[in-house]
């Protein structure tokens, strides 16, 4: 149940964030070519001009994509206590308040896919500006039937 509760709250405050800020452009790379190398090329090309960031690992959890589109850590501990989750939440609430002063001008963020549908869990709340898909590969389309 508090899983549940942790991902609503993400969500809430994933949605927050960007009605609040959509000065902030959000750009997501998925696909089986290569994801972490274009990622990497689109945000070194992107900080020339603008504040940048770029996640440099790939998700871990259910909640990895909600905390590095905010820019906040997960709890370091490998059996995080309620407590710690709350402080994470309570800190994606603080970011997605309008008074918050957003620390970048664009996100990049990838977008991994292990199975049929955990991309489109996202579709009903968030649109980024830009989504790169690097290259399907008949590999990849294996692990979907």
Not at 47 to 58: I, P, S
Request: aromatic residues 10%; glycine residues 4%; hydrophobic residues 40%.
């Amino acid at each position: 149940m508090f899983k549940k509760h942790i991902k609503k709250s993400l969500t809430k405050s994933l949605i927050r964030y960007r009605q609040n800020h959509p000065e902030v452009k959000l750009i997501v790379i998925s696909g089986s070519i290569d994801k972490a190398a274009t990622k990497r090329a689109v945000g070194e090309v992107l900080a020339t001009k603008y504040r940048v960031r770029v996640h440099e690992h790939q998700q871990h959890s259910p909640y990895t994509f909600y905390l590095n589109v905010l820019g906040i850590k997960a709890p370091e501990k490998a059996k995080p206590s309620c407590y710690d989750w709350m402080r994470v939440l309570r800190a994606a609430r603080y970011r997605a308040k309008p008074k918050h002063q957003p620390e970048v001008d664009v996100i990049i963020q990838e977008m991994v896919a292990f199975a049929p549908g955990e991309i489109s869990q996202f579709k009903e709340f968030l649109r980024p500006d830009i989504a790169i898909i690097t290259g399907i590969t008949p590999e990849y389309m294996d692990a979907f039937q």
